[in-house]
């Protein structure tokens, strides 16, 4: 068979799979098996999660859940900020044992034993924290205007404080590098690093 001869015998064998009389029957073949189909679907599970110091149970739960949706919509912990869902903006970022982690990329069901702080416990660690107990770096936001529309806030502020706590905020590049997972559509960048650094200053100093 020519070239020519084999592409006309695969358009026919194509152009008959899409005709109207073949189509309903011949899909049928295509269902999943019952045992695939039942494989398929999400268990669910109950378990606890240590949050801001305290302990949160959790209704049967989607295993698939990510830390976020979690946060958000089971326990209404909305500080905590979804933006792409895919790992690239870093809204969602919480601490994980004292870790910067994305939400979005973490299963809560893994989560288990581990103490999670978001924004709402970080001025406060042992429970929510308030306006007037604000950590020093949600405080520095203030003073150094360091946001505008304010939905990636709380994911800088949460990795700033991790990148303190690393030792990663020696200038204003180190800054820049270490919090470079952390975008903001605003353009704020110039006065978040002047907040992290005044803090990783002033922590240095104490
Ligand atoms: S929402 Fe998690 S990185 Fe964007
Ligand atoms: S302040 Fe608007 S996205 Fe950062």
């Excluded at 949706?69 to 089971?74: E, Q």
């Excluded at 590098?177 to 104490?206: D, F, H, K, P, Q």
Aim: glycine share 10%; with cysteine.
């Amino acid at each position: 068979m020519n070239r020519r001869n084999f592409l006309a015998t695969a358009l026919a064998a194509g152009s008959a799979m899409l005709t109207p009389e073949s189509s309903a029957g011949e899909m049928s073949h295509f269902e999943p098996p019952t045992a695939a189909r039942e494989a398929d679907a999400v268990q669910t599970m109950t378990f606890a999660l240590t949050i801001n110091g305290a302990e949160h149970q959790l209704p049967e739960t989607p295993v698939n859940t990510t830390l976020l949706d979690c946060l958000r919509d089971s326990l209404h912990l909305t500080g905590t900020k979804k933006g792409c869902g895919l790992g690239q903006c870093g809204a969602c970022t919480v601490l994980v044992d004292g870790r910067r982690v994305k939400s979005c990329l973490c299963l809560a069901v893994m989560q288990q034993g581990k103490q999670i702080t978001t924004i709402e416990g970080l001025g406060r660690p042992e429970g929510l924290g308030t306006p007037e107990e604000l950590h020093p770096l949600q405080a520095a936001f203030i003073e150094h205007d360091a946001f505008q529309c304010g939905y990636c806030t709380s994911g800088q502020i949460m990795s700033g404080v991790a990148c303190i706590h690393e030792g990663h905020a020696g200038s204003d590049d180190e800054v820049r590098e270490w919090m470079s997972g952390n975008l903001c559509r605003c353009g704020a960048y110039t006065n978040i690093v002047a907040a992290v650094r005044e803090v990783a200053r002033r922590s240095a100093s104490a």
